[in-house]
């Protein structure tokens, strides 16, 4: 295709002598217009959109610098050439600045003009040959990242298959493989899917996509949810790893998967009147574990053959009422935990007496459980206390004392004047104890103390809430004594420390568990609150 040139002198005879001496076609373009001023250049430039601008530099109207701009900003890819005098030598220097090509000093000669012309006329083709390279680069780059993306699922589904299997990994390659497949979690559990009758199923050509059709029920369901869930297959059985993000408490998980489950029964019965048996593995640390995972999670849906379809089956599920209690006391356990958030502390103790006697009939005479269930309200009425202050050791008890407390009581008689005293308590020091924060303070120290572990800054939290971060910065201060960083630097700080206390954790974990991407930066921040190092606090926790 011939490139379009436009020549612009306010010299008729320059112009035509440009126009009609030149060898165009063998440069292989064409002359589509041209003018003798420079507002009539510009519009014939906007009109036309030539690929090669020859232009005097000094005309009436606007004069070439500014057509050369015009050009560079309009039409990147185009090329202008200056035609000047020896005196207008400066003029020259500053059109190439502003993105000329070339320039000819008069009196013009054809040959000179012809080869600048065909400089110019090359370098358009090769950028254009680049442009095209790149545009076509762009879209292959575009066509394998879509079917990568479109391959995840069934490649993330093949890895933990094999992981179930048994194929051997180390911790290493296990965290390599995760970030290729984009896998992010701090803990996961195992359930597995039994379609009843599954006998006869198992050889209809069809369960294939029976099988499928229940995968997409299930993902469906939880596509929205903040659970990464993965099918997975090992013998003809439905597997679902899922991946909790964060690292959840036993029972916020526990809580978590019964719903997960219960709703999938539902939505599985709803899609062909298809009755299962959902069996809920335990929560674990690293995919490592998975082939342990399925063991369990087997164990139990062996263990439904005596149960009608559309049971729940968990590890320490024991019988028919007490699978069916778990949901009763769960749902008590958690409108225990909205009234401490929401109600008086006579209010909570009100209804503390109604919760003794759920716990009396649900524990079916077992002292242990009583006494699990008594730690579990206590825990939650610590974990509320330390939400809203930050302060770990404000109540005056470890929880280690509180516990030893609680397996110490006699009676539910004791209990009941136990836990009065503990939840009075703290209810006092939150709501009128030394530290009489307003009720956003209270809110955002709540936030923070809940997603200290994620890149949480002053900005994305003063966003959630809807006010400025100035604003934020300056009640924070006013109220706390400190900013918002320390006050993130001690949730994280208090967290590192529960977790150097357990033996299970290395130090090197626990700083990416509580926030800290560096390890050197959580050294710093833990010595510089704490005085001492986080591995010679761990070493101090184990010798005493």
Request: charged share 30%; proline share 3%.
């Amino acid at each position: 295709m011939k490139k379009k040139v436009i020549v612009i002198d306010d010299k008729p005879i320059i112009v035509r002598s440009i126009v009609q001496t030149m060898d165009w076609e063998r440069l292989g373009c064409e002359v589509v217009g041209h003018a003798e001023d420079g507002f009539e250049g510009e519009r014939l430039i906007l009109d036309m959109r030539p690929d090669i601008l020859i232009t005097d530099i000094r005309m009436p109207g606007h004069d070439g610098l500014y057509l050369t701009e015009v050009m560079h900003t309009n039409l990147p890819l185009s090329k202008t050439i200056l035609i000047t005098g020896y005196q207008e030598f400066e003029y020259a220097q500053r059109a190439i600045r502003l993105g000329a090509f070339d320039f000819i000093v008069k009196p013009l000669r054809n040959d000179e003009l012809y080869k600048v012309v065909e400089a110019a006329a090359r370098e358009i083709d090769a950028m254009r040959s680049e442009k095209l390279a790149v545009e076509r680069l762009s879209r292959e780059y575009n066509v394998l990242e879509q079917r990568h993306n479109s391959s995840l699922p069934a490649l993330r589904s093949k890895w933990m298959t094999d992981l179930i299997g048994g194929k051997a990994m180390e911790e290493d390659g296990i965290q390599s493989v995760q970030k290729e497949l984009g896998i992010h979690y701090s803990r996961f559990s195992l359930i597995a899917v039994n379609p009843l009758p599954l006998g006869s199923q198992e050889r209809d050509p069809a369960f294939t996509a029976y099988r499928e059709r229940i995968v997409e029920t299930v993902l469906s369901a939880t596509e929205k949810d903040e659970l990464q869930i993965i099918p997975a297959y090992r013998n003809d059985e439905l597997l679902f790893v899922c991946l909790f993000p964060r690292i959840p408490t036993t029972r916020e998980a526990r809580m978590k998967l019964q719903s997960l489950a219960s709703d999938w029964l539902e939505r599985i019965r709803r899609w062909n009147g298809v009755r299962c048996h959902i069996a809920v593995g335990i929560l674990r640390k690293s995919l490592m574990e998975l082939n342990q995972a399925y063991g369990e999670v087997k164990g139990l849906i062996n263990s439904g053959f005596f149960l009608e379809a559309d049971h729940i089956l968990l590890q320490d599920a024991s019988s028919e009422f007490r699978e069916a209690g778990k949901f009763s006391i769960m749902q008590d356990l958690e409108q225990f935990n909205r009234m401490l958030e929401q109600s008086t502390g006579e209010e909570v103790v009100g209804y503390l007496e109604r919760f003794l006697e759920q716990i009396r009939v649900y524990s079916e005479g077992n002292i242990l459980v009583v006494k699990g269930l008594l730690s579990e309200l206590c825990i939650a009425t610590a974990r509320y206390y330390f939400r809203l202050t930050g302060d770990e050791f404000g109540l005056g008890k470890s929880i280690d004392q509180v516990l030893d407390d609680v397996f110490r009581l006699n009676s539910l008689k004791e209990a009941s004047d136990y836990l009065a005293e503990w939840i009075g308590v703290v209810k006092r020091k939150v709501e009128g104890g030394e530290k009489e924060y307003s009720l956003m303070v209270r809110k955002v120290i709540d936030y923070i103390n809940t997603h200290f572990s994620e890149p949480i800054n002053l900005t994305s939290v003063a966003e959630h809430f809807g006010i400025s971060h100035s604003y934020l910065s300056r009640l924070l201060r006013t109220e706390t004594g400190i900013n918002f960083v320390d006050l993130v630097s001690k949730a994280r700080i208090e967290a590192a420390k529960r977790l150097l206390r357990d033996p299970r954790y290395k130090v090197n974990e626990v700083g990416e568990m509580v926030g800290y991407k560096e390890y050197a930066y959580f050294y710093q921040v833990f010595k510089r609150i704490e005085g001492r190092s986080p591995k010679e606090y761990k070493n101090g926790v184990k010798e005493n």
